[in-house]
Structure formats: structure tokens, C-alpha cells
């Protein structure tokens, strides 16, 4: 279970770096209430990519977990960015999935290498 809080903790400190960078740098104020206008959207595509990819199970999973979550925030976050009247111009939709998947895939495969290399110290000591 703490692997699955932990993963899910992860998951939404990438969402929102991402956000904060991006009001940041295009000199949005507003608050909370911007911040949550802009967050929202991903939030709800985060979901459903844990739902969709049953991520509880393998919650630290590169292939499909972490793809299929980094692909669905993305895809269900501008769908419901285009539907509320929120913006999605193509640099947006690039630098969100980029910045997205570098993050909600990264931090797996940084786990995941880190993880490895661990048992693969423990496997030559022994």
C-alpha cells in the first residue's frame, strides 16, 4: 500500500511542478484559484490513467503503467481544457506532453534502474 501512496504522491508532485512552471512562466496570477483552473483538467486525466492502466498493481511500472498514465492525463487534460474553454494551443499540447511524460515516466524509470542496480550490488556481494 505505501507503494501505491507513494507512486500516487509522485504522480501528482509532476502535475503540480508542471502547472507551477508553466503560470510561472507565462506571468499568470490568480492565485489558488488559477492554479486550480489549470490543474484540474490533468488531475482528472491522472485518474482515469490510474484506472485505466489498474496502476495500483504495479504502481512503480514503466510499461504500460506509466505510459498509459503519462498518454491519458494528456489526452483526457486537453480534452477537458478544450471542453471547460481553457487553452490548447499546439505549443501547449508539446510542452505538456512533453514535460508530462519525462516526469510521470521518468520518475519510474529512474525507480526502476535504481532498483535493479540495488539487486544487482546485493546479487555480487553474496
Avoid at 17 to 30: E, K, Q
Avoid at 104 to 121: I, N, P
Amino acid at each position: 500500500m505505501r507503494r501505491v501512496v507513494a507512486a500516487g504522491g509522485l504522480d501528482l508532485c509532476c502535475l503540480v511542478v508542471f502547472v507551477l512552471i508553466g503560470r510561472a512562466n507565462h506571468d499568470d496570477s490568480g492565485g489558488l484559484g488559477g492554479f486550480l483552473t489549470t490543474f484540474w483538467p490533468f488531475l482528472v486525466g491522472l485518474a482515469l490513467g490510474w484506472g485505466v492502466t489498474r496502476a495500483w498493481r504495479e504502481p512503480f511500472g514503466v510499461l504500460p503503467v506509466g505510459v498509459g498514465i503519462w498518454v491519458t492525463t494528456v489526452v483526457a487534460g486537453m480534452v477537458l481544457r478544450a471542453l471547460s474553454g481553457q487553452g490548447t494551443a499546439v505549443a501547449f499540447v508539446v510542452v505538456a506532453t512533453l514535460f508530462t511524460g519525462a516526469t510521470l515516466v521518468g520518475w519510474r524509470a529512474v525507480a526502476r534502474v535504481t532498483v535493479l542496480r540495488r539487486r544487482e550490488g546485493h546479487q555480487v556481494q553474496n
